[in-house]
């Protein structure tokens, strides 16, 4: 039922240029993405990006495309699971997913996942909509349709586990 960081990948949706400025608390939902993204690397969890028709809305932000393994370009509003195929087929069926606007491509993409049985976790503090009621009712539908509403907090003392852990305090260092 935990996060492990062995069999999970991070897909951060469309944080882009030109739609990050209407989302709701940007600067808390981008830190929290970028602390995700930071985190997965030092533990070796693939990230991939995704963006929604880039010429229109601009690529991710900097601090995001910056930690993504590969960036997947979409029109669809959801990202479906053949898209993610090849790290999928690395034994990686937990997805972790944050991203913007969490009522719609975050929605459907985790929708996606889920009707194709992956493991989904939604990180609710490093998602974002322009309105509040719309993230915060995505939120209740993903979870009525099994997905795990969860923390940054919460996903990377799971992906580490022991306080022992060789990145501990790297990790631990992210949080301050």
């Given at each position: ?5 062995e ?17 709701a608390?940007?600067?808390e ?6 602390r ?15 963006e ?9 932000v ?7 393994d590969?960036t997947?370009?979409?029109?669809t ?9 090849t ?7 937990e ?11 975050l929605?459907?993409?985790a929708m996606n996942?889920?009707e194709?049985g992956?493991?989904v ?42 306080s ?7 990790v ?5």
């Amino acid at each position: 039922m935990l996060a492990n960081a062995e069999t999970s990948t991070l897909i951060l949706i469309d944080y882009q240029g030109r739609l990050m400025p209407a989302i709701a608390n940007t600067a808390e939902v981008l830190t929290r993405a970028v602390r995700l993204g930071k985190a997965a690397q030092l533990l070796g969890v693939p990230v991939i990006g995704t963006e929604q028709r880039p010429e229109k809305i601009g690529h991710n932000v900097a601090e995001i495309a910056g930690l993504c393994d590969q960036t997947l370009l979409k029109t669809t509003f959801g990202t479906a699971a053949r898209e993610i195929e090849t790290v999928l087929a690395q034994g990686r069926h937990e997805l972790v997913l944050a991203g913007c606007e969490t009522h719609v491509c975050l929605l459907q993409t985790a929708m996606n996942l889920l009707e194709a049985g992956y493991r989904v976790r939604v990180v609710a503090d490093a998602c974002g909509s322009r309105f509040a009621a719309d993230r915060e009712l995505a939120l209740a539908r993903l979870r009525q349709a099994g997905a795990d509403i969860v923390t940054t907090e919460m996903v990377l003392f799971e992906w580490l586990h022991d306080s022992l852990h060789p990145q501990f305090k790297a990790v631990q260092g992210l949080l301050k």
